[in-house]
């Protein structure tokens, strides 16, 4: 099993920033993927950004140069620093991580956190 820990969400102005952490813990071995999802009051949960082990990156069109994801493999952790924030990127932000890369291709992560609430208001 492997247990996704979050930190870092908050209340934010428009145009401020934000920088999330997630650690993992417990079973991890070898190539994996870690990334972002985040759910909005009346909306589907969507993908944000993802990362490999090996430092591949992709992001959903709507985050593309506001938002960077980044990890530290010797830490198991995963961060996503966010700028420019809109109230749209206002959300419950889950941390997941998927066995292997298929999650990086679009297959469900295999294990989610329990979400970091991001609020963004003036």
């Known amino acids: 099993q492997v247990q996704l820990v979050e930190s870092g969400g908050g209340l934010v102005q428009p145009g401020g920033s934000l920088r999330l952490s997630c650690a993992a813990s417990g079973s991890i071995f070898g190539f994996n993927t870690m990334g972002w999802y985040r759910q909005g009051p009346g909306n589907q949960r969507e993908m944000v950004a993802r990362?490999?082990?090996?430092?591949?990156?992709n992001y959903a069109d709507s985050v593309k140069g506001r938002f960077t994801i980044s990890r530290d493999n010797a830490k198991n952790t995963v961060y996503l620093r966010m700028n420019t924030l809109k109230p749209e990127d206002a959300a419950v932000y889950y941390c997941?991580?998927?066995?292997?890369?298929?999650?990086?291709?679009?297959?469900?992560?295999?294990?989610w956190g329990q979400g970091t609430q991001v609020t963004v208001s003036s």
């Open positions: 997941t991580l998927g066995v292997g890369s298929n999650m990086f291709y679009g297959a469900p992560p295999d294990y």
């Open positions: 990362i490999t082990s090996g430092g591949s990156t």
